[in-house]
């Protein structure tokens, strides 16, 4: 049997309004929840018992996925009454675990979507004989990341979380997010409080001589916390551009979910979603965007790369761009939104109240 912990509690603020009635791991990335994304992969990568960690809106994954016999994979619920971190997560969801004391155990964080291989990761892991085994993944620019070198044989010989300073930057080997921890390296951290795994756990057992792995993959690898990310990541599941057993439906340049509505004239690309129920109105130009369920895009709107939230509507002739429409939100006609722009969740755009050139053409 093969374990994995998924940690599913974080409140997802940068989402925000997003994930004011959605915890991140349930808002539909190409049709399904994204969790739904992690679980098909880990199937298919022969993992056949799951710990979700939860916190934020813990209630609704269980009524969604149940015990994970649809999945071919079995289901467990841990809730943290108070945010525990990373660290104290992984600790706090522990105690579902069935394993030995030496068996591999695997982690993901439930915001970051990867082509990993990870059979390959936990194949590393046992020939490393390893305390923890990291998956790493090599990026330009490494300051917003936590910074793992490693030496020749890939054993991990610091951590730098987050650098600012140029003498920091000793690498571009950042942490990506995915480990196999032998089961009794979990035991060990301490439970009952927050902790971080990163800044805490994983130099704690540096310093105390442990055996840190750290296995470098340039695969596909998305960090799901800013909206432009999560759109992006949708899209490239709809083309696949990254695989997910998940995604119902033929890959291609469109996603359309039964029961949506697209009228004629209407022009989808890019990766678009179009959720259940949802309907485009005809004219409009929907490139690369989700589009939630029963949301409405009116005639000739224009909608480029944004999310546009379940009930939400926006107006004929609208223009969209890399912006986050709220969750029943209205925008009304000829209103035009660029790059961050984030209407709250039921707030009333008026007809033509916000403009950034100076006429409706």
């Known amino acids: 049997m093969t374990e994995a912990i998924l940690l599913v509690g974080g409140q997802g603020t940068r989402l925000r309004p997003v994930t004011v009635n959605t915890p991140k791991p349930m808002v539909p990335a190409a049709g399904v929840p994204f969790l739904a994304h992690q679980i098909a992969r880990a199937v298919a990568a022969g993992v056949d018992r799951v710990v979700l960690a939860t916190c934020y809106l813990a209630e609704v994954f269980e009524p969604y996925f149940g015990d994970g016999s649809a999945y071919g994979i079995t289901l467990e619920y841990v809730v943290e009454d108070e945010p525990l971190g990373t660290g104290g997560a992984i600790r706090n969801a522990a105690g579902r675990l069935s394993c030995g004391p030496d068996e591999p155990v695997l982690v993901f964080n439930g915001d970051i979507l990867t082509g990993l291989d990870i059979r390959g990761l936990v194949a590393t892991h046992r020939r490393a004989d390893a305390d923890v085994t990291l998956h790493l993944a090599q990026v330009d620019d490494p300051r917003a990341f936590g910074l793992v070198p490693t030496d020749a044989d890939g054993r991990v010989t610091a951590f730098t979380e987050k650098p600012q300073a140029p003498e920091e930057i000793v690498t571009d080997q950042i942490n990506a997010g995915a480990y196999v921890f032998r089961r009794s390296v979990i035991d060990m951290i301490p439970a009952g409080r927050a902790v971080s795994v990163e800044r805490e756990t994983f130099p704690g057992l540096l310093a105390e001589g442990a055996r840190l792995h750290g296995k470098v993959e340039n695969t596909y690898w998305l960090d799901l916390g800013r909206p432009e990310a999560f759109v992006r990541a949708s899209a490239d599941l709809v083309r696949g551009v990254v695989h997910s057993p998940a ?38 130009v929907v490139q690369g965007s989700v589009v939630l369920d029963g949301a409405v895009v009116g005639a000739d709107a224009y909608v480029h790369d944004s999310l546009i939230g379940a009930g939400a509507s926006v107006g004929s002739r609208a223009r969209v761009c890399d912006a986050v429409i709220g969750d029943g939100a209205r925008v009304g006609a000829d209103n035009e939104l660029r790059a961050g722009v984030r209407v709250w969740c039921g707030a009333e755009l008026p007809d033509a109240a916000l403009r950034f050139s100076s006429d409706r053409s």
């Open 247 to 284: 995604v119902p439906g033929r890959r291609g340049e469109v996603l359309v979910l039964p029961g949506a509505q697209v009228a004629e004239g209407a022009k989808l690309a890019d990766g678009t979603v179009v959720g259940a129920g949802a309907r485009i109105g005809a004219g409009a």
